[in-house]
């Protein structure tokens, strides 16, 4: 067939034949390029090649593509490195506009045009070299959820490449007062992994003026197999990004620290315009019966990911992240909008990878959906998702009360019914037999087969941070016991079972000055302010002590459901602001009896111990794991007001 015959019509979109190669895109060899696109909707494509990035130039160059294997094809001889290029297809006889390659693996500013680029040459000094670091189950991780920008635009990082990729690879970097910031205060928090707001080429961002103060959290994607221009050194050479993506994977790897990104495969931030759109009218999107785009993104369109060819891309896209880039986990925004399917397939793929990848996602939608409840990733449906996790809102709305209602309390600002909802996250939504699901707020049955299947937190980059969220619930109380809250809101996520996950900064009470959506707000708003650490350094110190007793103690990450419920006894009466539960002979821990106790009283508590001599490792204000500090307790104790306790039980061999 030449490119001028007309290609078969379909009745429907489900008629396209799947493509069933891995090469779509341009595949690069210094001696030739091979373009390859799947469009059953054109009735021709072609390819234009051009000298540079700039809008508006002429192509240097236009083929027409063939008709080859299923794909529009054409192989161009000669070394293509750095040329860039765009597609278009023709159909019901008329040209539609160009669009990027949605496969492109590299962009010239803003992602208007693709990049045919070497590979290999974006490889950092050494990158043959990286590794994953080493980790053990999903529960031993300790998510620290992070903006690129937000970590190094502050004044006071004293890092120098602020807002890139760049800043997060920078050592020895401090405030003016000598407090570590940057990576090192990542190393010195101990988190496992870094999780990273949308890093993708997303739209919202110019690039062309990336040097002018512009700020987004990156929810709108444009080029999904490529990374943000913006925070890149230079975004019209489409190599400096992929290069300095690395360096950051790279340096991260180095300090012991896993790479998770954030992926938004849901939606695409153009709608009509879209590459998606252009290249494959329909095939990429859900309709409402009228005809009109579905929304349940809430941003305009959403993937219809149960297509073969789009889950096919969805795919492709992780697992290339997972191999070019080395990246050790994903993070699936807006995870309901997908269907069970396509979520296991990717699971499938990419744990025959490396089965230690870390899959999770939001498992809820923005809006009503198309697609069958019964088809959607969400949260309820988290037992038919395999080895992928999902944020629990139950207890991060049990612990500060609901994302909706900034005045609502919740267990750490003194709600006094809500103490099920945190018992819940304790036992990492999973089945026990102690926990009345009928009380639990928002799920009536445990929703995690597994502990590695629930991501306990209490806040994230969405709605306002903990600390603006209870300065609203709480007006009345002092800084000093709203800062009691925050610790034991913080220690609640770090003792639960589950994967603990923690937004940045909010060790040091990170602030956005009450903005709850500041997802387009400035550097002033959103950086984290690295003067906060010394201020509360204290409490800086209690998150950091907290994540090294996790990681020292496997009794707070039993990783198995029916060990939970086997080794963890809740031993209060369903006391609503007083939890206690026991954890004995936890599978390798040395510390063979643990009594946790979350006083969520806001005043001093009186509190008898289970019988024997124990010693107290944590308090509301500090953790001291080796207990020396205090004398052996037994029988009736003080709690402090809003706290959280951990006695380790004194056994007859000594050290305990
Ligand atoms: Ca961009």
Redesign the pocket.
């Known amino acids: 067939m030449t490119c001028s015959d007309p290609r078969p019509q379909y009745d429907t979109l489900e008629d396209y034949p799947v493509y069933p190669y891995a090469d779509l895109g341009a595949t690069y060899t210094s001696a030739s390029t091979t373009f390859k696109l799947w469009s059953p909707a054109a009735q021709a494509a072609r390819v234009h090649l051009y000298a540079d990035d700039r809008p508006g130039t002429e192509p240097r160059e236009s083929l027409d593509m063939e008709a080859r294997d299923g794909a529009w094809a054409v192989s161009v001889s000669g070394d293509l490195d750095g040329t860039y290029y765009t597609y278009q297809i023709k159909r019901d006889g008329r040209w539609l506009a160009e669009a990027t390659d949605p496969y492109a693996r590299a962009a010239g500013t ?2 208007l045009r693709g990049q045919v680029v070497d590979l290999f040459a974006t490889d950092p000094p050494g990158w043959e070299n990286d590794r994953r670091p080493v980790m053990g189950k999903p529960t031993d991780a300790v998510i620290y959820e992070l903006h690129v920008r937000d970590l190094s635009m502050d004044p006071n990082s004293g890092i120098t490449h602020k807002g890139k990729f760049l800043g997060l690879t920078e050592r020895g970097t401090t405030t003016p007062t000598g407090d570590t910031t940057g990576l090192d205060h990542l190393i010195e928090m101990g988190v496992t992994h870094v999780h990273l707001l949308p890093s993708f ?5 110019d ?1 062309a003026r990336s040097d002018s103060t512009q700020y987004n959290w990156g929810y709108d994607p ?2 999904y197999n490529v990374p ?3 925070y890149s050194t230079d ?1 019209s050479d489409g190599k400096v990004r992929i290069r300095e993506f690395k360096q950051m994977v790279q340096a991260l790897h180095a300090a012991g620290i896993r790479v998770v990104m954030d992926v938004v495969y849901n939606h695409t931030g153009r709608t009509e315009n879209s590459s998606f759109q252009l290249l494959v009218p329909d095939y990429f999107y859900r309709f409402n019966a009228d005809g009109t785009f579905s929304n349940a993104s809430g941003c305009g369109n959403e993937i219809a990911s149960q297509r073969p060819m789009v889950r096919k891309f969805i795919r492709e896209s992780v697992e290339y992240w997972a191999d070019e880039y080395h990246v050790d986990g994903f993070r699936f925004d807006l995870m309901g909008i997908h269907d069970i399917a396509t979520m296991n397939d990717i699971s499938e793929t990419l744990h025959g990878i490396d089965p230690s990848i870390l899959l999770y996602g939001e498992g809820w939608t923005a809006g009503d959906s198309p697609l069958p409840e019964s088809q959607q990733a969400t949260k309820v449906h988290t037992p038919q998702l395999i080895n992928i996790a999902a944020f629990s809102d139950d207890v991060r709305d049990a612990l500060k009360g609901s994302v909706f209602d900034a005045e609502e309390r919740g267990f750490v600002s003194g709600a006094t019914d809500v103490a099920e909802s945190v018992r819940f996250g304790i036992v990492g939504a999973t089945a026990h037999p102690q926990i009345s699901y009928d009380s639990v707020n928002y799920s009536h049955a445990p929703w995690a087969r597994q502990p590695a299947q629930c991501v306990n937190y209490v806040s994230c980059h969405d709605n306002h941070t903990l600390w603006d969220r209870l300065q609203l619930s709480n007006p009345g109380d002092p800084p000093r016991v709203r800062e009691s809250m925050q610790r034991l809101a913080l220690a609640t996520v770090l003792t639960s079972q589950g994967i603990p996950f923690v937004h940045a900064g909010t060790e040091m009470l990170r602030s956005k000055g009450g903005d709850e959506n500041s997802y387009q707000s400035s550097d002033a708003v959103n950086a984290i302010k690295w003067e906060k650490k010394g201020q509360h350094a204290r409490t800086v110190a209690y998150v950091r002590d907290l994540i090294a007793l996790r990681k020292a103690h496997p009794a707070f990450r039993i990783g198995e459901t029916a060990l939970i419920a086997r080794h963890l006894t809740f031993t209060d009466a369903g006391d609503d602001q007083l939890i206690a539960y026991r954890l004995q002979n936890a599978p390798g821990d040395d510390w063979t009896d643990i009594y946790v106790v979350l006083n969520g009283y806001q005043t001093r508590h009186r509190h008898t111990l289970p019988e024997g001599e124990w010693r107290q490792v944590v308090d509301g204000d500090r953790v001291d794991s080796d207990g020396r500090a205090t004398d052996t307790m037994s029988g009736e104790v003080t709690l402090g007001a809003i706290s959280t306790n951990v006695f380790v039980k004194k056994t007859g061999s000594g050290e305990n």
Do not use: A
């Open positions: 803003n992602g080429d997303f739209l919202s961002v690039e444009q080029n943000e221009g913006s975004p």
